[in-house]
C-alpha cells in the first residue's frame, strides 16, 4: 500500500549540479503533479500531468523540466540548481481535481533540497 | 496580490476550544474548495472537499463556503492535541487543472 513515493528525502546540492527528483503512484492515477512548498508561501505548483505524455507548466516552472513516459512515474529534473531552489518539493497525485465526487490528491512525503 | 489569502498564525488554542479558519480568494472562477491538513515533515492530507455555498460537516469538522463574500471558513470542535498541524486552503476552477493553495495556518492547540 504504497501510494504516492518520493526519492530521496533529502538531498544537498551544489549551486549548478543538476539532479532528478523522482515520483511514483502504484495507484493508477492519470493526474500527477509537482509542487515546492516555501515558508510563508503555501504550495506552488512547478508542473502537472494529466496523463502519460502529456505536461504542462504550473506558477513557477522556470528552472524545472518534467516528463511523463508512464502513468507510474513523474520525475522532475533541476537543469542547474540555484540556490532559490531551495525547498521541499512535494508530489501529488489524483484521477482529477474538479470532481464533485470528491476525488482528492495524494501527496508524498516531500524531499527536502538545499541548494549551497 | 496572492489569489489566495490565508492568515499564517500560530492559532494557539487550549484543548476542547473552537479553532475557526479562513481563508478569502479574488477569482470568482473558483468553484471547488478544500482544506488540507499537513502534520510537520509530512505531505498534506485532505480533510475537506466542497463545492456548494453553505455549511459541511464531517465529525468535529465544519466548512463554510460565502462564495458571494469569496470567503471560506474551516472549524473544529472539541480541538485535540492531535489537531496541531498547518491548515492549507486550497481551490480550483470547473474546468481547472490546478490547484490553488493558501499559504497554510498553523494551530496549536495545548492541553
Known amino acids: 500500500n504504497a501510494g504516492v513515493t518520493q526519492t530521496p528525502k533529502f538531498q544537498v546540492l551544489k549551486t549548478g549540479q543538476s539532479m532528478t527528483l523522482q515520483c511514483a503512484q502504484d495507484?493508477?492515477?492519470?493526474?500527477m503533479s509537482w509542487y515546492r512548498q516555501d515558508p510563508g508561501m503555501g504550495l506552488r505548483l512547478i508542473h502537472y500531468?494529466?496523463?502519460?505524455?502529456?505536461?504542462d507548466q504550473g506558477e513557477v516552472p522556470n528552472g524545472y523540466n518534467v516528463s511523463r513516459s508512464t502513468t507510474e512515474d513523474f520525475p522532475l529534473r533541476l537543469l542547474s540548481a540555484a540556490p532559490s531552489q531551495t525547498s521541499v518539493y512535494f508530489c501529488?497525485?489524483?484521477?482529477?481535481?474538479?470532481?464533485?465526487?470528491?476525488?482528492?490528491?495524494?501527496f508524498g512525503s516531500g524531499t527536502q533540497l538545499s541548494v549551497l | 496580490q496572492k489569489e489566495v489569502e490565508q492568515d499564517p498564525g500560530p492559532l494557539s488554542v487550549p484543548e476542547g476550544a473552537i479553532v475557526s479558519l479562513n481563508c478569502t480568494y479574488s477569482?470568482?472562477?473558483?468553484?471547488?474548495f478544500m482544506w488540507y491538513r499537513q502534520y510537520s515533515r509530512k505531505g498534506p492530507e485532505l480533510l475537506m472537499y466542497?463545492?456548494?455555498?453553505g455549511n459541511k460537516e464531517d465529525g468535529r469538522f465544519t466548512a463554510q463556503v460565502d462564495k458571494s463574500s469569496k470567503y471560506i471558513s474551516l472549524f473544529i470542535r472539541d480541538s485535540q492535541p492531535s489537531d496541531s498541524a498547518t491548515y492549507l486552503c486550497?481551490?480550483?476552477?470547473?474546468?481547472?487543472?490546478?490547484?490553488?493553495f493558501g499559504g497554510g495556518t498553523r494551530v496549536l492547540v495545548k492541553p
Open positions: 466542497t463545492y456548494s455555498s
Open positions: 501529488a497525485s489524483g484521477t482529477g481535481l474538479a470532481n464533485p465526487s470528491g476525488e482528492k490528491l495524494f
Open positions: 486550497a481551490m480550483i476552477s470547473a474546468a481547472g487543472n490546478k490547484l490553488t
Open positions: 477569482n470568482s472562477a473558483f468553484q471547488y
Open positions: 495507484m493508477n492515477h492519470e493526474y
Open positions: 500531468s494529466v496523463g502519460a505524455g502529456i505536461t
